[in-house]
């Protein structure tokens, strides 16, 4: 039987662009996210079999009648929330994004109704526009909007340091459970290894996502803790009522810790799994070598005992003789992960020092073309010991 979830969709305005999507379940803990582009890849992603969307909630203009100017939602966010940098974009029918909505086209595709003050059910999806920056704005006291997004003059290290306060801010809301979510980690790797603008633009719809999803399940959930702004005639925002704190100087979390962040790799694989002894073994293993090449960016292998937890995603057999036996996915990957957990000298060519690893948690699920792959952590449970070198014969 199908899952109830809650979406988020950080929706581009067109298919250029990327768009985050997430869910999360009835308790509110994030299920998974993905960064997509076309219409058809969100509506496949939407309606996988395991789950079935209750409420949506879409960061983009879902209902425009205005020929110009703004709608009456935008000027009553601006107006609540202005003092807190948090102003609204303008949405008109000037704007051929925006006639019609791309948002208005999904929903009505998906079957979702855009009245607000409908109870979204299984049967009946409802579907929200929502707007982050005044939600983050209401629900972490924020004095201002946290300055994550490109702008003229923002530098990379500028971003990557408000990137990182809003993660921090998004793990202190309970129901999301983002500590103990595989993907949560890769995308917080990515933000932290993060050297160039265009890194961070990679995650940064996929996190706003997660952060439209809770927004979802707090509509279905705790309904007094958002409002509607606006009407279903000329455009709605669903958002928090009027904060009443201070409007200041954007607050500062205290940052990971640096050793703590040391003690654990995370990244992400796109490419297709291969199994040991297989035709597409060597390339699987070099797209392993890569991601974690980045991931470490230069630094030696770690010193100690590990933990590793793979989340294979897999796409459909191409034949009956391709199997998705779970021990052998294992072997090549452990295998190409030699920059992060050492190499073991051994007779011929050296391997990845997988002696070390004492806890190996390993998941497989199948996913559509275009998204296999595998979510690795690697974790340092014991920095007391050093690495076994063996000599001779393995």
């Given at each position: 039987?199908?899952?109830?979830?809650?979406?988020g969709?950080?929706?581009?305005?067109?298919?250029?662009?990327a768009?985050?999507?997430?869910?999360?379940?009835?308790?509110g803990?994030?299920?998974?996210?993905?960064?997509?582009?076309?219409?058809?890849?969100?509506?496949?992603?939407?309606?996988r079999p395991d789950?079935?969307p209750?409420?949506s909630?879409?960061?983009?203009?879902l209902?425009?009648t205005?020929?110009?100017?703004?709608?009456?939602?935008?000027?009553?966010?601006?107006?609540?929330?202005?003092?807190?940098?948090?102003?609204?974009h303008?949405?008109?029918?000037?704007?051929?994004y925006?006639?019609?909505?791309?948002g208005?086209?999904?929903?009505e595709?998906?079957?979702?109704?855009?009245?607000?003050?409908?109870?979204g059910t299984?049967a009946?999806p409802?579907?929200?526009?929502?707007y982050?920056?005044?939600?983050?704005?209401?629900?972490?006291?924020?004095?201002?909007v946290?300055?994550?997004?490109?702008?003229?003059?923002?530098?990379?290290?500028?971003?990557r340091?408000?990137?990182?306060?809003l993660?921090d801010?998004?793990?202190?809301?309970p129901?999301?459970?983002?500590?103990?979510?595989?993907?949560?980690?890769?995308l917080?790797?990515a933000?932290?290894?993060?050297?160039?603008?265009?890194?961070?633009?990679?995650?940064?719809d996929?996190?706003d996502?997660?952060?439209?999803?809770?927004l979802?399940w707090?509509?279905?959930?705790?309904?007094?803790?958002?409002?509607i702004?606006?009407?279903?005639f000329?455009?709605?925002?669903?958002?928090?009522?009027?904060?009443?704190?201070?409007a200041?100087?954007?607050?500062?979390?205290p940052?990971?810790?640096?050793?703590?962040?040391?003690?654990?790799?995370?990244?992400d694989?796109?490419a297709?799994?291969?199994?040991?002894?297989t035709a597409?073994?060597?390339?699987?293993?070099?797209?392993?070598?890569?991601?974690?090449?980045?991931a470490?960016?230069?630094?030696?292998?770690?010193?100690?005992?590990?933990?590793?937890r793979?989340?294979?995603?897999?796409?459909?057999a191409?034949?009956?003789n391709e199997?998705?036996?779970?021990?052998?996915?294992?072997?090549?990957?452990?295998?190409?992960?030699?920059?992060v957990?050492g190499?073991r000298?051994v007779r011929?060519?050296?391997?990845a020092?997988?002696?070390?690893?004492?806890?190996?948690?390993?998941?497989?699920?199948t996913?559509?073309l275009?998204?296999?792959?595998a979510s690795?952590?690697?974790?340092?449970?014991?920095?007391?010991?050093?690495?076994?070198?063996?000599?001779?014969?393995?």
């Open positions: 039987m199908a899952e109830q979830v809650f979406a969709i950080d929706l581009a305005w067109n298919t250029n662009a768009t985050g999507i997430a869910v999360v379940d009835d308790t803990v994030l299920l998974d996210s993905a960064t997509l582009h076309t219409d058809d890849q969100i509506i496949a992603w939407m309606s789950w079935q209750v409420t909630a879409v960061d983009a203009p209902i425009v205005n020929a110009t100017g703004q709608r009456r939602c935008e000027r009553m966010i601006s107006q609540t929330f202005g003092r807190y940098n948090a102003s609204c303008t949405s008109n029918l000037g704007v051929a925006f006639n019609p909505p791309r208005a086209t999904l929903a595709r998906l079957g979702w109704n855009l009245d607000p003050t409908h109870a299984a009946k409802g579907c929200i526009e929502v982050p920056h005044p939600a983050m704005v209401a629900l972490f006291q924020l004095g201002s946290l300055p994550y997004k490109a702008k003229s003059g923002r530098t990379v290290d500028f971003r340091s408000a990137f990182v306060e993660l801010q998004m793990e202190t809301l129901h999301l459970q983002l500590t103990d979510n595989l993907r949560w980690a890769c917080r790797q933000v932290i290894a993060a050297s160039r603008q265009v890194e961070l633009e990679r995650v940064e996929e996190i996502a997660i952060f439209c999803a809770h979802a707090l509509w279905h959930h705790d309904r007094d803790s958002l409002q702004y606006g009407d279903t000329s455009g709605y925002i669903v958002a928090p009522p009027p904060p009443t704190h201070a200041a100087k954007p607050v500062t979390t940052k990971a810790d640096d050793a703590d962040q040391a003690r654990r790799i995370a990244f694989i796109t297709r799994p291969a199994t040991y002894a597409g073994e060597a390339g699987w293993k070099a797209a392993v070598a890569e991601a974690v090449g980045s470490m960016l230069g630094q030696l292998p770690m010193i100690g005992r590990f933990g590793v793979i989340d294979f995603r897999l796409p459909p191409r034949n009956g199997a998705w036996d779970i021990d052998n996915l294992i072997k090549p990957t452990l295998d190409a992960m030699a920059g957990l190499d000298p011929g060519r050296p391997q020092d997988d002696e070390r690893i004492d806890e190996i948690h390993a998941t497989k699920r996913v559509m275009g998204e296999e792959g690795i952590v690697v974790s340092l449970m014991r920095d007391d010991a050093k690495p076994s070198i063996k000599s001779g014969t393995t």
